[in-house]
């Protein structure tokens, strides 16, 4: 549907556990983004990478780790998750790391932290 | 920071009215773009309106700016059962180059 695939789809983590959250996007695009989406909560920026660049980092906690090993997949490696971790995971991807553009958003990773 | 902030937070009405949403922000922007998330999924794009249009069209939806308010609008004419989502208006600050703010949503249902 929209280009950018996420996998897994659910996942659930203990506390102790490291994990890996992969995007993949199809759509030639230069420029990828981590967003996390917490009830009744706003949509929170968490990483942007621009041509495989780190370009924003929205003081997210170094339990989050972001890789983006070329401009097509995008990781986000996790470790020593807390409950308040638990969220729906996006990710998205678009033509230039700019609001001028708009974002393709994959399906999300729906994790729970136990 | 947040930037959009939309209202109503939720909307409930019947199959074949009009829906419209309303978004305000705080600082000046290039663009302002709204997107549709069905439950639990990702968002789809919808529209993007650039600073210097007033309304812009796109099938059933129609959006306007009005920057001297720093407001938005979105209408969704003829609704239908499957227009039910949230809808999230998102800026980006001027010459800002890190990506676009989203609101909390409205969350839109229609009665069949």
């Known amino acids: 549907e929209t280009g950018v695939t996420q996998t897994p789809r659910h996942l659930v983590m203990g506390m102790t556990n490291k994990k890996s959250l992969k995007c993949e996007q199809h759509?030639?695009?230069?420029?990828m983004y981590w967003y996390k989406q917490s009830a009744k909560k706003p949509l929170e920026l968490m990483f942007v990478?621009?041509?495989?660049?780190?370009?924003e980092n929205n003081s997210v906690p170094s339990r989050f780790s972001p890789e983006c090993p070329n401009s097509s997949h995008l990781f986000l490696h996790l470790h020593t998750l807390q409950p308040e971790d638990s969220a729906l995971y996006l990710c998205?991807?678009?033509?230039?790391?700019?609001?001028?553009?708009?974002?393709?958003f994959g399906p999300g990773t729906r994790l729970t932290v136990t | 920071s947040q930037q959009g902030e939309e209202d109503p937070q939720a909307l409930s009405i019947q199959e074949g009215e009009n829906a419209t949403m309303n978004c305000s922000y705080k600082?000046?922007?290039?663009?302002l773009q709204w997107y549709r998330q069905n439950s639990g999924r990702g968002l789809v794009h919808l529209i993007l309106?650039?600073?210097?249009?007033r309304e812009k069209h796109s099938g059933r939806l129609r959006v306007t700016l009005d920057t001297s308010k720093k407001s938005s609008s979105l209408l969704i004419t003829a609704s239908r059962a499957a227009d039910t989502a949230s809808y999230f208006c998102?800026?980006?600050?001027?010459?800002?180059?890190?990506?676009?703010?989203f609101g909390k949503g409205t969350h839109l249902i229609i009665q069949p």
């Open positions: 998205a991807s678009s033509q230039a790391a700019s609001g001028d553009y708009e974002q393709y």
């Open positions: 759509l030639g695009h230069n420029a």
């Open positions: 990478y621009s041509l495989e660049e780190r370009v």
């Open positions: 600082t000046s922007i290039n663009n």
């Open positions: 309106i650039r600073s210097n249009e």
């Open positions: 998102a800026t980006d600050a001027w010459g800002g180059a890190d990506g676009l703010t």
